[in-house]
């Protein structure tokens, strides 16, 4: 497989920093941070992403070449002109609640109460409590949202929105915190360092607005600068609440005992830009199995895309290897609900 020219310069700044025992260089037509061969050799195995300098041959792009290299100058030109087209996530790669409130998880609701917003009567006193607006993942919980034909830039500022349902009340912000993780393949993650005390850095801590999403200068909301953590390009985002830090320490600056957790309202990509291709952010099946972790006696069903139930059935706990073979190709939502906890996998076959 033919990996991309390097230019002169850029190998320069590459063989410098790896000289210095470096991970990363700077680009200097784009800005860019760029890994070093010593941070793919340090991860172990090519990640299939076609990046520039990896050491293993592309062994794990195994198809993708050629659309990797697309994707990357589709990037390259966009960014370094500056035309950004802004848009709301549109996908979930998966989700799993953690304990307490559930509102907007079912399929009734979700994912679409996800992928519109922020509601415009949302206000620093006024929180989002409607399940057709909001999805709250829980104590503990964890969502994964992404973007089908477009990819988050590194631009100038912020980068992206996360809104929640976080307000004022009685002088102080009722929040509940996430944990921010980003990643453009899906395997490998980079996390926004946060402040336990402050929260400064968490999701879930600055109230919306109302106003415009698209503007980071009055929508309210949490924003992320991809700059911080030197990250360039990015597709999926990673969401874990970590309310758990105020509700279990009594002495915290924002503690509340009647914290349930994260609720989700939308992520909008301020700079985002279309990609070469629309890649799915699901879990592809090649063969018609799934397999399913269930660490107790569970129910599992499967929904459509309409939320429409098209199976559903005891499972004792333990590895099931289920089958989707009977279901008609296409999206799918595999879910397994052990009655306090509520699992959602959604497949593409």
Known sequence: MIQPQISEECQRLHDAAVAELKETYVDPTTGYTVLTRLAHERRGDCCGSGCRHCPFGWKNVIGKGLLSVIIMLTVLTFATNAQYYPQRCDSVVRLTPGVGQSTGQGPIFFPTNIFTGPAPLASDTVPLTEPRDVCSIG?????????????????PGA??????????????????????????????WKAFPFDSLTLRGCAGITPTTGFNPFDATVSGGDTFDLATIGVDTVRWIRITDVTSIIRNDPSHPFYDPTLSGFDLDVVVGLHAIPAAFTQS??????????RVDAPRAS????????????YSSSVPPGVIMFDLAPFTSGALFVVIDDGAQRSTLKVLR
């Open 139 to 155: 104590l503990g919980g964890t969502i994964v949202v992404g973007f089908r034909s477009a990819v988050i830039v590194d631009g």
């Open 159 to 188: 980068d992206f929105t996360i809104f929640e349902n976080a307000f004022r009340f009685l002088g102080r912000i009722y929040a509940e915190p996430a944990m921010v993780e980003v990643s453009y393949d899906g395997v490998m």
């Open 281 to 290: 952010l699901t879990d592809v099946v090649q063969s018609s199995l799934v």
């Open 299 to 310: 129910t599992l069903s499967v929904f459509d895309i309409q939320g429409t139930v098209l």
